[in-house]
């Protein structure tokens, strides 16, 4: 009897599930079928392209404000090409806005020394292992070298520095992909630090 029940019990269940997803599947294809969740199709938000009276121009979708910078936006990579006169214009558009602090200057201490201490030295007087070993030809010394782009490698600003790490010179190639711009300013602070070095 009991037994009996439960198939009975089963097979309603059955019925309502299967006649419920029959009739929510009818539809004439012109969007008048019997919609679940109607909120999902037309959501409460404004869509970007919807008129919008919350605005003087009407529009939904408004332009950033000046001087915003879009996220992953690279300045030296978009203003300031590879060249001389990118280098150059680099030097002086181009200031640090990472502020300094013990914090900072640790991470840019690290990061350098784990992409390029192996060349330019832990010191930066260009004695790092791989020109040890005798395979690779020394780099300027930060506080006493000169650059070959002209100048002393100590006066070196942190537009150049950071032109360089992004692009790469010569025997040194680019570290754009390798270090973010943040990752990059913290490197230029501390190879600062290094051409103080005596
Ligand atoms: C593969 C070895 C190597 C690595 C790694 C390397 N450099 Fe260099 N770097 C050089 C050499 C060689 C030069 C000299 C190139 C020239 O002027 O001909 C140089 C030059 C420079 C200069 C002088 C640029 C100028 O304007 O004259 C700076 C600054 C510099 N490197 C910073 C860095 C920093 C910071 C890193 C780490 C992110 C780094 N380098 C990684 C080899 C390397």
């Known amino acids: 009897m009991l037994a009996m029940n439960k198939l009975r019990i089963l097979s309603l269940t059955f ?6 997803a029959i009739i929510a599947s009818c539809g004439n294809g012109k969007g008048q079928a019997w919609e679940y969740a109607r909120n999902m199709y037309d959501p409460i938000a404004y869509n970007p392209d919807q008129p919008n009276k919350n605005f003087s121009n009407q529009q939904t979708a408004q332009l950033p404000p000046d001087g915003t910078t879009p996220v992953g936006y690279d300045r030296v990579v978009e203003e300031y090409p590879n060249t001389l006169e990118g280098y150059n214009a680099a030097s002086s ?3 640090n806005p990472v502020p ?19 060349c330019h030295g832990t010191t930066g007087q260009g ?4 020109v040890s070993v005798g395979k690779f030809p020394p780099p300027p010394s930060y506080s006493t070298g000169n650059s070959s782009r002209g100048g002393a490698m100590k006066d ?3 537009g150049k520095i950071f032109h360089t790490i992004t692009y790469g010179v010569n025997l040194m ?6 270090l973010s711009p943040t990752e990059r300013w913290k490197i230029v602070m501390y190879v600062h630090e290094l051409q103080k070095a005596q």
């Not at 300094?100 to 192996?118: D, R």
């Open 156 to 158: 070196l600003t942190d």
């Open 100 to 118: 300094v602090s013990a914090g900072t200057m640790n991470e840019g201490k690290l990061l350098y020394n784990h992409m390029c201490a192996h």
């Open 173 to 178: 190639g680019p570290h754009r992909t390798q």
């Open 93 to 95: 558009g181009l200031k």
């Open 127 to 130: 004695d790092g292992n791989v």
């Open 15 to 20: 019925l309502t599930v299967a006649s419920a």
